[in-house]
């Protein structure tokens, strides 16, 4: 006898807490410097490396490059990965 299977449902995401800093143009130093603040503290073993015009960031599913403009979000478990900003902001909204 077959194990009955479930339709489809509609589930909502859990509201998470996230952090998360837009990739600068890697010729604003300025910004550049409060970015790396930013993401150095938070790298938890992952390699982050400026490369061309962007950042390269060794994530769960492997390196991927973040664009300036682009959002880097520090995960429920530590973990950075990139997020293109009209993703992050359909996505996500400030906390206040």
Known sequence: ????????????KRPVLIEAAQVPPVE?????????????PRRNGHVTKWSG???KIETLEG?????PGDY???G?????Y??????????YEPVK
């Open 82 to 91: 990139p997020c293109k900003p009209e993703i992050f902001e359909a996505t």
């Open 63 to 67: 390196v991927m490059m973040a664009n």
């Open 1 to 12: 006898m077959q194990t009955p299977v479930a339709p489809p449902a509609y589930y909502c």
């Open 53 to 55: 015009g962007g950042l």
């Open 72 to 74: 880097v979000i520090c």
């Open 28 to 40: 604003d130093i300025d910004a550049r410097l409060v970015f790396e603040n930013w993401i150095n």
């Open 76 to 80: 429920v478990r530590g973990e950075l």
